[in-house]
């Protein structure tokens, strides 16, 4: 597939702004080919805070059902390959569209399932393939998780990031024997951006915090967002207990849509605002001490350029997965958690309960003074143990977690999929 006539239609998973900066990173190689963008949600708010990503953006989200369908097949039928990003519907459309798909993946050892995968592989097999209404009802019996991973094994091509995990349920699924293959990738995540990173010149701040894009299955800006009022309530304290850091970036999802705002305390100011992709890139690689909710496309980007950043307290069930899969490394130990906190509070091992046990924790820790006062207290401990390291044992934490996170390049991948001949 050579050329600028090859159309891409490109989605990703409609939470956070994991899943879509790194759909922006497959993207922003690809660009002899024509790249269109469709989604909703924080999905296309990314998409259009980053339009050179994209040659065209298509925000679904305001659409009817009967409409968001219609556009959404109209663009699969014109397209030459599509990319989906964790977004399970879209590979299932572009199946009944017959159109080659590639499912990217940074979290496919994290996907819980309740079945095996011999029966999810007996769903796909026998799945109609007519229209996507048939395949939503045929597949209905399937969770989320079940699902995106019932994508992988429909997708043309299985991409995934590296990560403790993913080799052993590949091999599982590898196993079944009807052809699944896993392309292994290391960092998803702009190469071009981060080599065209200035690092010089007096930075503008002295802390940045990175809290991603925030709004997902459940949580959202203004509904279940007690972790962002526990932010809000922190934030002042932050200022007080360290006059070292006069000048705060934090930055994300949250804080677009004229939703910025500065907090000041004791004679420092905390600027609250949503950064375009390559202006917190230049922030990351300019400020001092980096401070991130443990995401890993941020923290991917943040092990590209050299930086060890810590790990603030988990937004959702996925975070916990990343921290206890990196437990065993220094981003990880080091790292806060709200088990810090409140060490009793159960926590279920589902997504979604999880998620909303985690919305819940945040609540208790801001609304009682006493479970305030220790949450205040282990945060500033965590900081003072990340403030203290060494930048010989900075390094050392950046190199282990490369050795432990290294695969091919997402772009080389990309490019040799697009090229090969089944997917034209």
């Not at 010149?201 to 009022?229: C, R, S, T, W």
């Not at 002042?236 to 804080?255: A, E, I, M, T």
């Not at 995401?295 to 060890?308: K, P, V």
Request: charged fraction near 20%; charge should be negative.
């Amino acid at each position: 597939m050579e050329g600028s006539d090859v159309r891409i239609v490109m989605g990703a998973q409609n939470c956070g702004f994991g899943p879509v900066s790194e759909l922006a990173a497959v993207s922003r190689p690809l660009h002899e080919h024509e790249r269109v963008f469709v989604g909703d949600g924080v999905a296309a708010v990314f998409a259009r805070r980053n339009p050179d990503a994209f040659d065209t953006v298509h925000d679904i989200g305001e659409l009817s059902g009967n409409a968001r369908s219609a556009m959404l097949d109209d663009l699969l039928r014109g397209s030459d390959h599509v990319v989906s990003v964790m977004d399970a519907e879209l590979v299932f459309r572009s199946v009944v569209a017959r159109r080659p798909v590639t499912m990217v993946d940074s979290l496919f050892g994290f996907w819980k399932l309740t079945r095996a995968p011999a029966a999810i592989l007996d769903l796909c097999t026998t799945m109609p393939r007519s229209h996507f209404a048939a395949v939503d009802r045929h597949l209905s019996g399937l969770s989320p998780h079940e699902r995106i991973v019932a994508a992988h094994l429909l997708a043309t091509h299985s991409v995934v990031q590296n990560f403790p995990g993913v080799t052993e349920r590949a091999a599982g699924l590898a196993a079944l024997g009807e052809g699944f293959e896993m392309h292994l990738t290391g960092s998803i995540i702009d190469v071009e951006g981060l080599h065209d990173v200035a690092r010089t010149g007096e930075p503008e701040y002295d802390l940045l915090i990175n809290i991603g894009g925030f709004k997902n299955f459940l949580l959202d800006f203004d509904v279940n967002n007690d972790y962002l009022l526990l932010l809000h309530q922190w934030l002042p304290d932050l200022l007080r207990d360290w006059p070292r850091f006069r000048r705060v970036l934090v930055c994300g999802g949250p804080f677009g849509e004229n939703r910025e705002r500065t907090v000041r305390a004791a004679g420092g100011r905390a600027d609250c605002r949503l950064l375009r992709q390559r202006e917190l890139l230049h922030a990351a690689a300019s400020t001092a001490h980096y401070l991130m909710a443990p995401g890993l496309t941020a923290l991917h980007e943040s092990l590209a350029l050299g930086r060890l950043p810590l790990a603030i307290h988990e937004q959702h069930y996925a975070h916990v997965f990343t921290m206890r899969a990196l437990d065993g490394t220094l981003f990880g130990h080091t790292g806060g958690r709200f088990a810090d906190v409140v060490p009793c509070h159960p926590l279920p091992e589902d997504d979604f309960a999880g998620t909303a046990a985690l919305v819940e924790l945040a609540g208790r820790v801001r609304q009682d003074r006493g479970l305030y006062a220790r949450y205040r207290r282990t945060f500033n401990e965590r900081i003072e143990q990340y403030l203290s390291l060494t930048p010989s044992q900075r390094r050392h934490g950046v190199e282990e977690l490369g050795k432990l996170l290294n695969g091919a390049p997402i772009h080389s991948v990309m490019t040799e999929l697009l090229d090969t001949p089944h997917a034209a």
